[in-house]
């Protein structure tokens, strides 16, 4: 295996990165909801929001995405060459994808069993059904538009790019890249020469210019956090989780039982690790991803604690974690499959259980097509809802809480994916990082 021959970095000082971002969200939090209490509608608050803070955050997601699709393609790359032979990919896939679609079922399941006992469709009031509607009519447009372009066939066939370079700058065709990057890695272990060495070695040299800029660009997330909870406390205010309150309980407690009950269980049953030290491991990840919404931007902090703080070994952690970013949305699975359920419920629409099962399918093979990027659930749920004859321009209802879901799924999502990282790795055998390797480890993410 390459060995990366550079000086192991300093111990970081000072306050650690997630108690910043949990400090950036309290903040920001408070300071939108005073504002919102004292200068609702003011035009200073306005001009803050429009010319401060959410070019800020939105510069800071793009300085992540930028450099999410050379993290995938180098990621993924070296994850497959690394393990030496195909033999080892195929177990290693399997694992994944069966692993994967069982949880994200499960995840599913516990949606539609909560929807099914709380009814929060049966709990809305007629007029904010139609206040919301009216109010989010042209971008309720734009994504049953979206949606309408989905088709599952398609998102299969889309798996296999017909232009790499367009799938670059397509987010959802994000999968694409996965296995394109797939192929190359698949190349590089069947025709092993000095040639494909010396790409292999240069493959390692993109990662870390790409881990080494991200942990630059990931130092800015406190302050990218409080101006997000800025923006959406301060136009929102305690509407965020009251107008729509029954749904969001619905959502959250679906998401709170998957991700501290189902996760942890299946980290400590099939994983081999302590509850404690997985949660204490991962909080860093997760708390990047409630704050950025993405679980593409998240992925290289995802990397960076599952091989330094949970211990994985790189070429498992790079194969599960990489696929997962792109096609492993537990918390956006769940969701959707809420949601559906909701709004047949405002419309007064009964599914059988039938259809609840057809809703199950629907939403694991959704998961996989849902771009990791903010609100990318939204295009799959018009989709959705299209085939079992709900109307799709009903998404206009749940639009106004969903930017705070949406950073509670996606906190899920990357969460699921560290599990699934630890069950993969102890179920291939590769629970254990050789010493020799930790060195080149800690060059490689620091």
Same mark, same amino acid.
């Given at each position: 295996?390459?060995?990366?021959? !550079?000086?192991?970095?300093?111990?970081?000082?000072?306050?650690?990165?997630?108690?910043?971002?949990?400090?950036?969200?309290?903040?920001?939090?408070?300071?939108? +909801?005073?504002?919102?209490?004292?200068?609702?509608?003011?035009?200073?608050?306005?001009?803050?929001?429009? @010319?401060?803070?959410?070019?800020?955050?939105?510069?800071?997601?793009? =300085?992540? %995405?930028?450099? /999410?699709?050379?993290?995938?393609?180098?990621?993924?790359?070296? #994850?497959?060459?690394? +393990?030496?032979?195909?033999?080892?990919?195929?177990?290693?896939?399997?694992? !994944?994808?069966? @692993?994967?679609?069982?949880?994200?079922?499960?995840?599913?399941?516990? #949606?539609?069993?909560?929807?099914?006992?709380?009814?929060?469709?049966?709990?809305?009031?007629?007029?904010?059904?139609?206040?919301?509607?009216?109010?989010?009519?042209?971008?309720? #447009?734009?994504?049953?538009?979206?949606?309408?372009?989905?088709?599952?066939?398609?998102?299969?066939?889309?798996?296999?790019?017909?232009?790499?370079? *367009?799938?670059?700058?397509?987010?959802?065709?994000?999968?694409?890249?996965? %296995?394109?990057?797939?192929?190359? *890695?698949?190349?590089?272990?069947?025709?092993? !020469?000095?040639?494909?060495?010396? %790409?292999?070695?240069?493959?390692?040299?993109?990662?870390? /210019? $790409?881990?080494?800029?991200?942990?630059?660009?990931?130092?800015?997330?406190p302050y990218a956090v409080a101006c997000f909870m800025f923006i959406l406390c301060a136009q929102m205010?305690?509407?965020?989780?009251?107008?729509?309150?029954?749904?969001?309980?619905?959502?959250?407690?679906?998401?709170?039982?998957?991700?501290?009950?189902?996760?942890?269980?299946?980290?400590?049953?099939?994983? #081999?690790? *302590?509850?404690?030290?997985?949660?204490?491991?991962?909080?860093?990840?997760?708390?990047?991803?409630?704050?950025?919404?993405?679980?593409?931007?998240?992925?290289?902090?995802? +990397?960076?604690?599952?091989?330094?703080n949970l211990k994985l070994p790189r070429k498992v952690s790079r194969f599960v974690l990489t696929v997962?970013?792109?096609?492993?949305?537990?918390?956006?699975?769940?969701?959707?499959?809420?949601?559906?359920?909701?709004?047949?419920?405002? @419309?007064?629409?009964?599914?059988?259980?039938?259809?609840?099962?057809?809703?199950?399918?629907?939403?694991?093979?959704?998961?996989?097509? !849902?771009?990791?990027?903010?609100?990318?659930?939204?295009?799959?749920?018009?989709?959705?809802? *299209?085939?079992?004859?709900?109307?799709?321009?009903?998404?206009?209802?749940? =639009?106004?809480?969903?930017?705070?879901?949406?950073? $509670?799924?996606?906190?899920?999502? /990357?969460?699921?994916?560290?599990?699934?990282?630890?069950?993969?790795?102890?179920?291939?055998?590769?629970?254990?990082?050789?010493?020799?390797?930790?060195?080149?480890?800690?060059?490689?993410?620091?």
């Amino acid at each position: 295996m390459h060995t990366i021959e !550079t000086a192991t970095p300093a111990p970081a000082k000072g306050i650690p990165l997630h108690l910043k971002v949990a400090i950036g969200f309290l903040l920001g939090t408070l300071l939108g +909801l005073a504002v919102h209490v004292v200068a609702p509608g003011a035009t200073w608050v306005s001009d803050v929001i429009e @010319y401060a803070a959410r070019p800020f955050g939105t510069v800071f997601l793009n =300085l992540l %995405f930028m450099m /999410v699709v050379p993290l995938i393609f180098s990621a993924l790359v070296l #994850g497959v060459a690394e +393990l030496g032979d195909i033999a080892s990919l195929g177990r290693l896939g399997w694992r !994944t994808l069966v @692993y994967t679609a069982v949880v994200t079922g499960i995840a599913v399941l516990i #949606g539609l069993a909560m929807a099914n006992l709380l009814q929060p469709g049966t709990h809305m009031d007629p007029a904010l059904v139609e206040q919301a509607l009216s109010s989010n009519a042209a971008k309720t #447009g734009a994504i049953v538009e979206k949606g309408r372009e989905l088709h599952i066939v398609d998102i299969i066939v889309d798996i296999v790019p017909h232009n790499i370079v *367009g799938a670059m700058g397509d987010d959802s065709k994000k999968l694409g890249i996965v %296995f394109f990057a797939l192929m190359f *890695g698949i190349g590089l272990v069947m025709r092993p !020469t000095p040639g494909t060495q010396a %790409f292999k070695n240069a493959m390692h040299g993109l990662f870390e /210019v $790409c881990m080494h800029l991200i942990g630059m660009f990931v130092k800015l997330a406190p302050y990218a956090v409080a101006c997000f909870m800025f923006i959406l406390c301060a136009q929102m205010g305690w509407e965020v989780l009251v107008g729509l309150g029954w749904f969001v309980v619905t959502v959250v407690l679906a998401l709170a039982i998957h991700g501290f009950v189902v996760l942890p269980l299946w980290v400590k049953f099939m994983g #081999g690790m *302590g509850v404690r030290e997985f949660f204490r491991g991962s909080q860093e990840a997760s708390l990047t991803a409630f704050a950025t919404a993405s679980s593409a931007a998240t992925l290289p902090v995802t +990397l960076r604690v599952a091989e330094e703080n949970l211990k994985l070994p790189r070429k498992v952690s790079r194969f599960v974690l990489t696929v997962g970013a792109s096609a492993s949305h537990h918390g956006s699975a769940l969701f959707e499959g809420i949601t559906i359920l909701f709004l047949a419920q405002v @419309y007064g629409m009964h599914l059988p259980l039938g259809e609840q099962v057809l809703v199950l399918v629907l939403c694991i093979l959704g998961g996989i097509g !849902t771009a990791s990027i903010p609100s990318g659930s939204l295009p799959v749920i018009a989709m959705i809802c *299209g085939i079992v004859g709900l109307k799709p321009e009903g998404i206009g209802i749940i =639009l106004g809480v969903n930017t705070f879901l949406d950073m $509670c799924r996606t906190s899920l999502n /990357v969460t699921g994916d560290l599990a699934m990282a630890v069950v993969v790795a102890k179920r291939s055998g590769e629970s254990e990082l050789e010493d020799a390797k930790v060195p080149a480890l800690d060059d490689a993410t620091g």
